[in-house]
Every structure is written in C-alpha cells, then in structure tokens.
C-alpha cells in the first residue's frame, strides 16, 4: 500500500478495479470512468471483474470498489485484502453512474490512506519543538485489554528516545515502574509530560476503573522524583496532535473508541484551540452512552454495537460543537460511509461533517502531548 500511495504523489497511474456479482453492470461503469479519466486528464485506469475473482486478480490493483448488490462482503474483502484501499460504491454513483462523485471519492480516500502512512519524522508540524531542555512524554494507549506505554525523549526537540512497553494494568506503580527504569538509564530530564485516559485536572487525574480517585499525580511525582509533571487526557492530546500536522481543524473533534469498549471520549478543538471544559470534562461522553446503553455491557466487540454507540457519541458532538470534522479512531467502525448513513437517519445529512477514519493513535497522542509541554513551558517558564 505504501507504494501505491507514493505512486499517487509522483502522479503515476492508479489502478482501479470495480467488482460485482458478474462484472456486467461494473464493467459499463468502468468503461464511462476511463472516459471521464481521460477528459479531466487524471491518471486513474478502470477495470471490473466478478466477486468470485476478486482475490485472485487483486495483486493487480490499488483499489477495490464494490458494487453496492456485494456490499455486504465489504468487511470480508477489507479484512482479507488489508494491503488495499477497499471502498463501497455509494448507492446513487452506481445506479446513475455518477464518474465524477466516484472518482472524487477514490482521490479523497487515497490521500487520506497516503496521510496515513507517511512516516511520523516525515510529517510536517504546525509547531515549532525547538526548546533548550530534555522532556520525557509518555502516552497510555488502552486497546483491546493491552496497556501500551509508549515514552519519548525529546531533546531540545528532537526525538532521541522512543519505546514502548506493554503492561497487563494500569495503576500508579506502573507508572513509578516505568520512571524508575527510564530514570535509571537517562539522567537531566527537565521535565514530563504524561496522557493518561481520565479527567486530567490541576495535576489530579480521575479514572476510577484504574484506581485513580483525583489522584494527585503530579504532586506525587514532585515528591517522589523532583520533576514537574504535566498531565493530560489522553484523547486531548490526539486532538492536538492531528490538528498540528493537518490542514483545515480549527475546528474538529478527536473520537477515540478503544477496541473492545463501549464508551469512547473526544478531543475538541475550538477556534485552533484544545477546548477543556469546566473542570477538563468536556469530551467525557461515559455519562451519555450509560444513559442511552443501559443495558449493554461495557466490553463489546460486535461491530453493529460500535455503529451505535460512536453514532451516538458522534450525534452528541453535532449537535453540541457542529465541528467541520470528526476524526474517528475505531477499530470496529472504519467504514465512514455507513456512520454517515447511520448519523443521516437522525440528523439532516447536511449537518453531518467530514468524517475520517484513522488507523494510527500513537503517533497523533506523542505529538499533542510534546505540544501541551511547549504549552505549559510557555505559560510557566519559572517552574523548570
């Protein structure tokens, strides 16, 4: 995949393949694509062939487009063919063979795939991580019943330090553990940075299903090893990241939906700017999904399940922010089509924003972290 998205940046051909149950219909729409290709001179190529030969003839293809009479293989097809960006053909393109919408939407789809896999040093930043101290940023990612801690040293902004260790929980100790060892290894860190899921507020952090009852972290850490701590919810940071190496999020929401889980939590941005809330609360949908899931336990794993909660969750966002994008990290609902659908029966799909789907966590959490120490270094430079 990763070459056939630099194939799309060095404008080289990008071949398409429709499939349907016997490539009769698609292979008509494919032929009008080929001409609408040519007369707006973009250098996409289209073929049809039968769903019983899709993974045969797949290897020679970029992307798949299914029919919408075959939609229902679409996660089969997706899952089996993880290489290649696979897309549902909207209902109205196929029935009126709309070209124009259909190749917009491969363009779109492929550049957001391309976003995706352009290495993190690659990325070009909004900020400026030029700063003459060692910080230590260290992000909680809880997926699927694993706790991932992922730690960085950035010195004088530059990321000289970057690991990873996975833990069975999450508690306080766990956190000293970690410190401990990086401690052990690498001295004069000036400062730490740290999200963790939870309301993150004055250095106190609360989420009780990991033990913390407002605990006083950052308090702690001073004690216990002379640093300042910045804490941060986790979310929040992946908002701040995104928004620092992407165009167009003044005004956005950040949804994360941990594999597994049934209530996710957002970051917002506001006018360019992370938006808090009273008391940092804003984004912590649990209270929501409890109302409106009574009865539906907290650890889920069918996909029509996370439909509806992230539907819901995302509805709330709409009617409450109206943000221009959502940004939806969840392994379970990666077909933004069929949230926008879902979103559309209860809200005038003109009100629906962009819709993107992320497959990519870490590398959005380090950078909105990194981003809120600048802040705080900015806003209290007496307290390094």
């Not at 229902?72 to 063919?81: D, R, S, T, W």
């Not at 972290?217 to 979310?235: P, S, T, W």
């Not at 809120?372 to 307290?383: M, V």
Request: hydrophobic share 40%.
């Amino acid at each position: 995949m990763l070459k056939t998205l630099v194939s799309l940046k060095d404008k080289k051909a990008v071949r398409v393949v429709l499939s349907c149950s016997s490539a009769l219909t698609t292979s008509f729409f494919a032929q009008k694509l080929n001409e609408a290709a040519e007369v707006l001179n973009i250098d996409m190529s289209f073929n049809a062939v039968s769903i019983d030969r899709i993974y045969q003839e797949a290897q020679n293809y970029d992307v798949i487009l299914l029919a919408p009479q075959i939609a229902f293989q679409y996660g089969k097809v997706k899952e089996i063919l993880k290489d290649k960006l696979v897309l549902k053909i909207p209902a109205p393109c196929f029935g009126q063979y709309q070209t124009a919408p259909l190749i917009d939407l491969v363009r779109t789809e492929l550049k957001k795939k391309y976003d995706e896999a352009i290495p993190e040093e690659n990325l070009t930043y909004k900020t400026n991580f030029d700063n003459p101290y060692r910080i230590l940023v260290v992000c909680m990612i809880n997926h699927d019943g694993a706790n991932r801690f992922s730690y960085r040293i950035y010195d004088h902004g530059r990321k000289t330090l970057d690991k990873e260790v996975i833990k069975p929980t999450l508690c306080e100790q766990d956190i000293y553990d970690l410190f401990d060892y990086v401690f052990a290894r690498h001295h004069n860190i000036d400062l730490i940075g740290i999200a963790l899921p939870g309301v993150a507020y004055k250095g106190k952090i609360n989420e009780p299903s990991h033990g913390f009852f407002r605990t006083n972290l950052a308090e702690n850490i001073r004690e216990r090893y002379g640093k300042q701590l910045v804490l941060f919810n986790d979310v929040n940071a992946c908002a701040l990241g995104y928004s620092a190496t992407h165009d167009n999020c003044e005004n956005m929401v950040f949804h994360f939906q941990p594999m597994g889980f049934l209530i996710g939590g957002a970051g917002i941005i506001i006018d360019g700017k992370i938006h808090l809330g009273w008391m940092h609360t804003a984004g912590e949908t649990k209270p929501i999904v409890q109302m409106m899931f009574p009865d539906t336990p907290e650890i889920i794993y069918d996909p029509d399940a996370a439909l509806r909660t992230v539907t819901c969750q995302c509805l709330s966002y709409i009617a409450t922010i109206a943000p221009e994008k959502i940004v939806i990290y969840s392994s379970l609902t990666p077909d933004t089509e069929e949230l926008r659908k879902e979103l559309s029966r209860h809200v005038d799909s003109a009100y629906v924003p962009e819709l993107i789907h992320v497959r990519r966590i870490k590398r959005y959490m380090m950078i909105g972290m990194m981003i809120r120490c600048l802040q705080y270094l900015k806003a209290y430079p007496d307290k390094i």
